[in-house]
C-alpha cells in the first residue's frame, strides 16, 4: 500500500521538499483546465516531484459531452505530456463526476465518451484508468463493467470534512466496494500534509504506482 496526494493550482505553490520529507510516494497532477489551458502549476508541480523523485501521473477532470469534445480533451493532455518529455505509459486519469454536465448524458452516450478518451489516450502510448466519486457508481453513471481492464480510483470521504493529516491511517473499513479490486482510494478532500497551504486531497494505492512519470522509482 502507498500514500500519495492528487493536487492543482488550488493548492497554490508547493514545497516539494517538505511534501518528500513527509513520505509522500505519489503524486497525481491536474493536467488541463476546463478551458483547454495548462494548470497554473502544472510545470512547477511536475519541476517538484521530478526533483525528488516523487512518481507521478496525471488526471484530467472531463466535461466533454460530445464524442469530439472527448477527443479534444483526450489530444489536450496528450499533447501536454510530450511538451513535458513524460514518458510513454504515464498514467492519465479521467476524471468523471461532474454531475451539472455528464448525469443526463445516460449511461450509453457516457460510455461511449469513456471509450472514446480511453482510445485516443491509449493509442498515442499513455495508460488510462478512471476516477470517480463513489456517488458516480452507486448511481450507474455509466456501465463499468465495459472499463473492467482499466484501473480504477474512487472517492469517498467518511469522516465528514474533518482535517486529517497525511500521517493519519484511513479507517480501512470505510474502503468504498464496488465489486472489483480498487487502483486506489481518495479518502479525504481535508487533508494536510507538510509543505502545502490548506486543504489536499490524500489517497491510497493499493497497487503499485506504475505507469508514471518518472524518476525511475517506485514506492516500496
Not at 121 to 141: K, P
Not at 193 to 214: E, F
Request: net charge negative; aromatic share 14%.
Amino acid at each position: 500500500m502507498w500514500k500519495g496526494i492528487d493536487v492543482s493550482d488550488n493548492q497554490g505553490t508547493i514545497d516539494w521538499s517538505k511534501v518528500a520529507a513527509a513520505g509522500v510516494q505519489f503524486a497525481i497532477l491536474r493536467s488541463v483546465r476546463r478551458s483547454g489551458k495548462t494548470d497554473y502549476q502544472f510545470a512547477a508541480n511536475l519541476a517538484g516531484c521530478r526533483k525528488y523523485n516523487i512518481p507521478v501521473a496525471v488526471y484530467k477532470y472531463t466535461y466533454a459531452t460530445t464524442e469530439g469534445q472527448a477527443q479534444e480533451e483526450a489530444r489536450q493532455v496528450i499533447d501536454l505530456l510530450q511538451q513535458h518529455g513524460m514518458a510513454a505509459g504515464t498514467m492519465v486519469w479521467w476524471d468523471v463526476e461532474d454531475r451539472n454536465t455528464l448525469q443526463a448524458l445516460g449511461s450509453a452516450k457516457l460510455t461511449a465518451l469513456i471509450q472514446t478518451a480511453r482510445t485516443v489516450i491509449e493509442a498515442a502510448g499513455y495508460r488510462f484508468g478512471i476516477y470517480v466519486g463513489l456517488y458516480v457508481y452507486s448511481e450507474d453513471w455509466f456501465d463499468f463493467n465495459q472499463f473492467a481492464a482499466s484501473p480504477l480510483w474512487v472517492a469517498r470521504y467518511y469522516n465528514n470534512y474533518n482535517v486529517m493529516q497525511f500521517d493519519d491511517e484511513p479507517d480501512q473499513d470505510r474502503k468504498p466496494e464496488v465489486g472489483r479490486a480498487l487502483w486506489g482510494w481518495q479518502y479525504t478532500s481535508t487533508g494536510r500534509v507538510p509543505g502545502i497551504n490548506g486543504d489536499a486531497d490524500l489517497d491510497i494505492c493499493y497497487q503499485c504506482p506504475a505507469g508514471t512519470d518518472d524518476t525511475g522509482t517506485e514506492p516500496g
